[in-house]
């Protein structure tokens, strides 16, 4: 049996065709797992197959083989152990705001009371800063608002892990970057366990502790998978002075640009174990302190490259 919180073993999806020939699998051979509170983005081009992966974690889509572990037991469906945010905010257009997370929170906690509930509900608001909108009704709400409801919405029914599905991708910058700096305060202050697809390279960088880089579909697998060594009480406006930075986002860029295309389940002469994928540890070597400064020639040396760890 897994240590692991989670663990994703052998897992592959494949959906039938419409005339009855083989379809090429979006991924195979699918294998990785996450600590209890710890912060993975998974990145990927379209079509690799990271929402179906997602969604197979979530308990709401069944994999064409392989299997998934949480908790020491195997998902077969939807529970309240996992809250999902999804890429559209997925409200309830009736309901007030308050009425949308009581609505989950009741599923969980069927005996409280209603003034437990409201209590409960407000303090998840006010966390997302919607404490002064508990009232009003979606249609009243901007998008970056409707978002925050259903991160509220998740993190109120206190899941063993949150899964998030490109949340904040139809924000503008200035929204998304708020509401980021808002997720990131929430999980430091709860140790939330989050598994969360994304688009942006710096959006990984900031908010996870590991990215999984996926090559591209069909037959997608996990390319590598690279450890944030940055401290994680990171703040946006200084980052990049970090030389890590500079190092894990050239490196991540590279991949998405130039190297998911032609992944063939090896990296650099070494043997692929897809139990073990390679592990990328971006980081100064040596230096556990790094000095704040941006990045010279000679400062910043190249990656170092651990396989099998």
């Known amino acids: 049996m897994s240590t692991h919180f989670l663990y994703i073993e052998a897992l592959?999806?494949?959906?039938?065709?419409?005339?009855n020939t083989p379809n090429s699998p979006v991924f195979e051979d699918i294998h990785f797992h996450i600590e209890k509170g710890e912060f993975v983005c998974i990145i990927g081009h379209s079509g690799c197959g990271k929402t179906t992966i997602l969604n197979v974690v979530a308990g709401l889509e069944e994999?064409?083989?392989g299997y998934v572990l949480m908790d020491g037991r195997e998902i077969k469906g939807p529970s309240l152990d996992r809250g999902v945010v999804f890429q559209s905010h997925a409200l309830m257009p009736w309901m007030s705001v308050l009425g949308n997370v009581a609505f989950a929170v009741?599923?969980?906690?069927p005996a409280w009371t209603k003034s437990q509930v409201v209590a409960h509900c407000t303090q998840y608001l006010e966390m997302v800063g919607l404490g002064d909108?508990?009232?009003k009704k979606p249609a009243e709400l901007s998008g970056g608002m409707k978002q925050r409801v259903g991160i509220a919405r998740a993190f109120a029914i206190q899941p063993k892990m949150l899964l998030l599905d490109e949340p904040f991708g139809a924000l503008d910058a200035l929204t998304r970057g708020t509401i980021q700096d808002e997720l990131r305060k929430i999980v430091q202050a709860t140790h939330?366990?989050?598994f969360m697809i994304t688009h942006d390279v710096d959006e990984a960088i900031l908010l996870a502790?590991?990215?999984?880089l996926m090559?591209?579909?069909?037959?997608?697998?996990?390319?590598?998978?690279?450890?944030?060594t940055m401290a994680r009480n990171r703040i946006r406006a200084e980052i990049h002075h970090d030389p890590q930075y500079y190092r894990i986002r050239n490196h991540l860029v590279d991949f998405l640009v130039n190297r998911s295309k032609s992944y063939a389940g090896a990296e650099s002469g070494a043997a692929h174990d897809p139990k073990n994928p390679p592990v990328v540890r971006p980081g100064l070597e040596g230096d556990n302190n790094p000095v704040l400064q941006p990045p010279t020639e000679n400062s910043v040396p190249p990656l170092k490259q651990v396989v099998n760890q």
């Open 192 to 194: 939330q366990t989050i």
């Open 215 to 228: 090559s591209n579909g069909p037959h997608a697998k996990i390319a590598e998978i690279v450890e944030v």
């Open 133 to 135: 909108a508990v009232l």
């Open 63 to 65: 994999a064409s083989a």
């Open 209 to 212: 502790d590991k990215i999984v």
């Open 12 to 19: 592959k999806k494949v959906y039938p065709s419409s005339n």
């Open 106 to 109: 009741r599923s969980k906690w």
